[in-house]
């Protein structure tokens, strides 16, 4: 401070002499940095005496301030100011500490009385007394923090003493003396007497105390005429209320909410209040909530005989850290006959003797328990493991840190549910993201995802906890080289291994995998070794022979997988190929060879309905191989290029792979090619006694397929049948459901929705054992058509229900053409029950949603079904404009029998010919089609009706006829 005022005068580098000296100095210290009128200064420092020359006494004043002290004092035209900052006045320091909260420091100013070289100047006694009041609640303040820290047992706290007017800092048991002081000196002063009674209360002189308030009341009433105020009835009540037993035990307070782990909580709270556990050791990798879970689970638990928390990250040795816990150097003696819980926390780096000191403490004192917490089990006899998983309720705790970090932050679902994801839902990352987003977009944190191991904690995180990477380097220099060796090579795996895998790729010992699990750096689920996204991008090397034999494993697993999935192991081998999707992929990445790992993995993507996966992937290898095909990967390399919308090359005409079988499917085109009809013939006939029962199905399968949907229908029943008998006898599930699937088309095709709605349901036990009920071109269309079906036998209470089941799976495909297939379903459901306004709302989300990306005939069903609830013409032109190039004989013929309700007799019952004639069928069993035909028939009478049939199935185009119609 360069201006002292409370207490003697003191100006920093002089000594000012002279009584009205110190007080002009005082005077302007009162307003530093503000000009006091001349005025003001000749009233304040002669008050009732002016000198004869007022302005002139007050300028030599001045003058000789000045001489004593150099530029502090500044003129001005109506005055004089003091030009020093408030901050460098100690009055005015003194008042900013106390509104900060920092009673201690505000009194470490005071050396005295204030103003004291002013004090029997009047200028001076108002400020004078309001700084004194200050000083006084300030010294209350700071005595009750001290009696708060004493009770809460943290080393008895340091007392204060009044001392010039300032205090000083003294021993706890001198708190009690320095508040009878104070008492006396300022006898109607409630806050201190309060005090001296709480202080006295926690000594257990609770009669003194009551002496104390009952001295006050009546000094109260006897002097003031009121009664003591709330502080001090407060103070009255402690001391008549039987103390509350003190908790024992060192369990730090929150600092933040817990979040989920409900069902860990009430676990570790049965295990450690029941017999049998008495160490339970919770083990997981760094960061996952271990010493944040035991917190919670021990506060949680009713233990008489304390809760000690013995932190060992920081300690030397395990047995020095207890005993400076519990202050004692004999622990079995200070703990024999009671039955308190020790919380060992962190003992990974201390694990040899972490489980010593637990098995000695557990061994000496009957009723003890024991939670530690550790990267790795302590491997003790009784000890009971709880594995902490990454956090289920990560994006709860994602929104409650980034609220608090940055209020008012809008963080949607995707973004949550991604940064969650990416961290593998370890709330340390989590926090540590969310701190990110006070200085951030939610955008760029999502970008920076990759380089989390960067992410920083907070000023007073513990430096193991200051990044992600410090937190594995822990686990990391716990290691021996085998091991880091062993865990750099996992990395190359993408969604966990087995053992064969890892046994072969890495040559990995048992006891070496086993040690990295026991030190959470790996996991074991089910029969795989899983590892966190972190961990593997921490532990990432540059390895690429590992790669090359990764690559090499799962291209022979796919190859060996491949023909069982045409047997009744296709179930087994499915689940096989499906868990190791992610090392599939990874291995079709770096292998050298894609080509070869391509072509056994397009069957199962069929069987799945993964078009787009598959196309995309094919579109990769094309990249990596070139237009030209290496020698004996022709077969491969023409199937990417179909994929890609490139033709059929004569590897793939040739071939009896499954996927070349389907190459017309495949396709990327809108459209099949022209000749499609004659090329499946073909190879039915080719493959009609192939030796392979499976290959001879599949052949009939899609040959039956072909006919239907763009060959001559009627002939279609006579593939499908047969196809159906061999895939039963190969055990072929999915083979089985195509084969009912389009059989179910065939009888629809008829207008027999009964026989199409059985045929349909028997399916269903079959794609349920597929699981793939989600997939956009396989066993999902099952719930799709079963749905269209009951809505057209009748059964619209079975069809909504259906509907929603396959609402429900389009969702979590998140695929826009099936959803639109859904709700244009649904969309018809509702026009059956009468709901036109639904139905039109349904179809224009339909419409919105598939107009691009679907198939020509589904946009023009779609067209048809809007034309049923709303203004008939533009819909109806639109969906004839889709029929006019499509090869599909039974949608052309939906399409114009969709037509045809809208027209007068003679014109629709040229398209209901043109109809049957597409449909190969004569007259159909679809009760709406048998009223239109009757309608037709009644107008026209039957040979007019029997002419127009014949002229319709005569026409070249019967689509380009009918938009002649409807202009």
């Not at 409370?6 to 002499?17: D, H, R, S, Y």
């Not at 065939?746 to 794609?767: I, S």
């Not at 179809?843 to 008939?872: I, K, N, W």
């Not at 239109?932 to 028939?937: A, I, P, S, T």
Request: hydrophobic share 45%.
């Amino acid at each position: 401070m360069r201006i002292g005022v409370l207490g003697p005068l003191q100006v920093a580098g002089a000594e000012i002499g002279g009584a009205r000296v110190r007080a002009l100095f005082v005077r302007l210290a009162l307003d530093p940095g503000r000009v006091v009128t001349a005025d003001r200064l000749i009233d304040d420092l002669w008050p009732g005496e002016p000198p004869a020359h007022p302005t002139a006494a007050l300028q030599s004043l001045v003058s000789r301030a000045r001489r004593e002290a150099p530029g502090l004092i500044a003129s001005h035209p109506a005055g004089y100011l003091l030009d020093v900052p408030p901050a460098e006045v100690d009055s005015w320091a003194f008042e900013r500490l106390v509104r900060a909260g920092d009673p201690r420091g505000a009194l470490a100013l005071w050396r005295g009385p204030a103003l004291a070289d002013a004090a029997g100047l009047q200028f001076a006694a108002a400020p004078a007394a309001r700084l004194e009041e200050l000083r006084l609640t300030a010294l209350a303040t700071a005595i009750a923090a001290d009696l708060t820290t004493e009770q809460e047992g943290e080393g008895g706290g340091p007392g204060l003493v009044a001392e010039q007017g300032g205090v000083s800092e003294g021993g706890g048991p001198g708190l009690v003396a320095e508040l009878e002081g104070l008492v006396a000196a300022h006898r109607l002063r409630e806050p201190f007497h309060a005090l001296l009674m709480r202080a006295l209360v926690a000594r257990g002189r609770r009669g003194e105390a009551l002496e104390v308030f009952e001295r006050i009341r009546a000094d109260l009433a006897a002097e003031l005429g009121v009664d003591p105020g709330p502080e001090l009835r407060e103070a009255h009540l402690a001391a008549v209320r039987e103390p509350a037993p003190a908790p024992r035990g060192n369990l730090p307070a929150r600092l933040t909410s817990f979040v989920g782990r409900s069902g860990d909580v009430a676990r570790l709270r049965e295990l450690l209040g029941g017999q049998d556990a008495r160490l339970v050791t919770l083990v997981g990798p760094g960061g996952v909530g271990k010493t944040r879970l035991a917190l919670e689970a021990a506060s949680a638990l009713d233990v008489p005989d304390g809760v000690w928390l013995v932190e060992l990250a920081s300690a030397a040795g395990v047995r020095a850290a207890v005993e400076s816990v519990l202050r004692t150097t004999d622990v079995i003696c200070a703990l024999r006959g009671t039955s308190p819980l020790i919380v060992l926390d962190n003992c990974e780096h201390v694990v040899e003797e972490a489980a010593v000191v637990a098995r000695w403490l557990l061994s000496e004192v009957s009723g003890l328990r024991v939670l530690a917490t550790s990267r790795e089990p302590l491997d003790v006899p009784g000890e009971t493991l709880h594995p902490v998983r990454p956090l289920p309720e990560a994006v709860e705790l994602l929104r409650e840190r980034a609220a608090a970090a940055r209020p008012g932050l809008g963080l949607g679902e995707a973004d949550a549910a991604r940064i969650c994801r990416e961290l593998d839902g370890i709330p340390l990352a989590i926090e540590l993201a969310a701190a990110r987003l006070r200085t951030m977009p939610v955008s760029v944190l999502v970008r920076q995802l990759g380089d989390r191991l960067a992410f920083r904690g907070g000023r007073t995180s513990e430096p193991r906890h200051r990044t992600l990477r410090d937190v594995i380097d822990w686990s990391w220099n716990l290691l021996s080289a085998r091991e880091r060796e062993l865990l750099r090579g996992l990395t190359v795996f993408s969604g966990g291994a087995t053992y064969e895998a890892v046994a072969e790729i890495c040559g990995g010992d048992p006891d070496d995998l086993a040690s990295l699990v026991d030190k959470s750096l790996i996991s074991v689920s089910g029969d795989r070794y899983v590892m966190l996204a972190t961990i593997r991008q921490y532990a990432a090397a540059d390895l690429p022979a590992l790669r090359q034999a990764h690559a090499g494993y799962y291209t022979r697993l796919a190859e060996t997988a491949e023909p069982h999935l045409r047997t009744g192991e296709q179930l087994a081998w499915l689940e096989v190929l499906d868990a190791e999707q992610d090392n599939l992929d990874a291995a079709l990445r770096h292998s050298d060879d894609p080509l070869r790992l391509v072509l056994p993995r397009f069957w199962p993507w069929i069987m799945r309905g993964r078009r787009r996966e598959m196309s995309e992937q094919a579109a990769a290898v094309l990249r990596r191989t070139g237009e030209v095909p290496p020698p004996g990967r022709e077969l491969a390399h023409g199937l990417c290029r179909v994929l890609t919308g490139g033709e059929p090359s004569p590897a793939v005409l040739d071939s009896d792979h499954p996927a070349a079988l389907n190459f017309w499917a495949m396709s990327g085109a809108q459209r099949p090619p022209g000749d499609v009809v004659e090329l499946t013939e073909h190879t039915v006939e080719r493959l009609r006694d192939s030796p392979d029962p499976w290959t001879r199905s599949a052949a009939l399968l899609v040959g039956g397929i072909v006919r239907f949907e763009y060959g001559a229908v009627a002939g279609a029943e006579d593939l499908l049948g047969p196809a159906l008998d061999g895939f039963r006898r190969t055990g072929d599930r999915w083979g089985q459901w195509a084969a009912l699937y389009w059989l179910s088309l065939v009888a629809e095709n008829r207008g027999d929705f009964a026989a199409a709605l059985a045929l349909a349901e028997e399916p269903g036990r079959l794609a349920t054992e597929l699981s793939g009920l989600d997939a956009p071109l396989g066993p999902m269309t099952f719930l799709l058509r079963l749905g269209q079906l009951r809505a057209r036998a009748g059964d619209h209470e079975g069809a909504a229900a259906t509907l929603e089941e396959a609402w429900s799976s389009a969702l979590r495909a998140d695929d826009a053409v099936t959803q639109a297939r859904v709700l244009h379903a649904r969309a018809e459901l509702a026009r059956r029950t009468g709901d036109r306004a639904r139905a039109a709302r349904l179809l224009d989300r339909a419409l919105s949603l598939g107009s691009g990306e679907g198939p020509a005939q589904f946009r023009a069903f779609m067209h048809v079904e809007l034309a049923r609830v709303a203004e008939p013409g533009p819909p109806l032109r639109a969906a004839l404009e889709l029929m006019e190039t499509c090869g599909d004989r039974t949608a052309r013929a939906t399409v114009l029998e969709g037509v045809a309700e809208h027209l007068r007799p003679r014109a629709a019952a040229e398209l209901l010919g043109a109809a049957r004639a597409l449909r190969g069928v004569g007259d159909s069993a679809d009760p709406l089609l048998a009223a239109l035909d009757g309608r037709c028939r009644s107008a026209l009478g039957p040979d007019a009706f029997h002419d127009a049939l014949t002229r319709g199935a005569a026409l070249p185009s019967p689509e380009r006829h009918a938009l002649g119609l409807l202009a």
